[in-house]
């Protein structure tokens, strides 16, 4: 039976350029050949398409502006067969980003969110788009703040990725973390080790589930239902082209099994199947395998 999983985040064109290495050197020009690549992307649309891939129910939430974009963008969600009914197009302008990587992994982002951060969504527009959904999933954007706290008090299961975090009390992200019953974050830029710092968390904001993914060296667990951290490793292909948008990979396939009943445990050993493969592409929207192609690589294993 299909999940319904509501997603509301970002939406924007991504434009990916192949660098030589970090930090770049001046130099007036370089032929990267097939090195730039521009894409419909931005986290709600990673989510969205990597849920659609997977076979969930997608119920997307986001805001455009009214321009080629824009256009752009409801061109492909149509064509991937994603509702756009609840795309608001009201910015001046569509977001657009630029992310720079080297073979290495590393990467530089310029994200230019243009006005979306000064929009806003009242929990009462959303009547009727939350009927038997699974899982909320919010991105941690602004417009979003009052849908998590109003999806949580409706007892509907909240979850959020903050992404890169150096301190728990960190301003613009604790009504994400107060709100979500599963959160995910990157190990980029924190203060103390994983294991530390999950704890620190939990200690806070009692979340039931945290996952800090960690790159090639795996994601770390922790599981209020035992009170355990679990490290789990990372899957690798040998095939890594870009990891932009690994953590957006990582966060889906995790909700999707979760959604289907499987442990949190067995969902991120799953879900590293999941990010393991996307990686071999490049491009954050690019790269999702199914659900039957990752369990058949899990028995294999």
């Known amino acids: 039976m299909k999940k319904k999983i509501l997603v509301s985040g970002l939406l924007n064109i991504e434009t990916t350029v192949s660098v030589k290495g970090f930090p770049i050197n001046y130099y007036p020009?370089?032929?990267?050949?097939?090195?730039?690549?521009?894409?419909?992307?931005?986290?709600?649309?990673n989510l969205a398409k990597a849920f659609s891939v997977l076979g969930d129910d997608v119920e997307l939430v986001s805001f455009l502006g009214d321009d080629e974009e824009g256009k752009r963008i409801l061109n492909y969600l149509k064509n991937n067969n994603i509702s756009s009914s609840n795309i608001h197009v009201s910015l001046k302008q569509t977001p657009v980003s630029v992310i720079l990587f080297d073979k290495e992994g590393k990467r530089q982002v310029y994200c230019d969110l243009k006005d979306i951060q000064e929009q806003s969504i009242s929990p009462d527009t959303m009547s009727g788009k939350t009927d038997n959904i699974d899982i909320a999933v919010l991105c941690n954007i602004n417009f979003n703040r009052e849908l998590i706290k109003a999806f949580r008090k409706d007892n509907i299961l909240t979850a959020t990725d903050v992404h890169v975090l150096a301190d728990i009390n960190d301003e613009y992200n604790r009504d994400f973390m107060d709100n979500s019953d599963i959160l995910f974050l990157s190990d980029e830029c924190l203060p103390c080790p994983p294991e530390e710092f999950i704890k620190?968390?939990?200690?806070?904001?009692?979340?039931?589930?945290?996952?800090?993914?960690?790159?090639a060296k795996g994601a770390l667990l922790y599981d209020d239902n035992n009170n355990k951290i679990t490290a789990v490793p990372a899957y690798c292909t040998g095939n890594v082209v870009n990891t932009v948008g690994a953590g957006d990979a990582l966060f889906s396939s995790f909700i999707h099994f979760y959604a289907k009943g499987y442990?949190?445990?067995?969902?991120?050993?799953?879900?590293?199947?999941?990010?393991?493969?996307?990686?071999?592409?490049n491009g954050a929207a690019l790269g999702f395998a199914d659900e039957s192609e990752i369990v058949r690589i899990f028995r294999n294993l």
């Open 200 to 215: 620190q968390i939990h200690d806070k904001y009692h979340n039931r589930i945290i996952v800090i993914g960690m790159g």
């Open 263 to 281: 442990s949190a445990e067995d969902s991120l050993r799953r879900a590293v199947i999941f990010a393991g493969i996307k990686i071999g592409y």
């Open 29 to 45: 020009i370089d032929y990267p050949f097939f090195g730039v690549n521009s894409n419909v992307s931005g986290v709600g649309c």
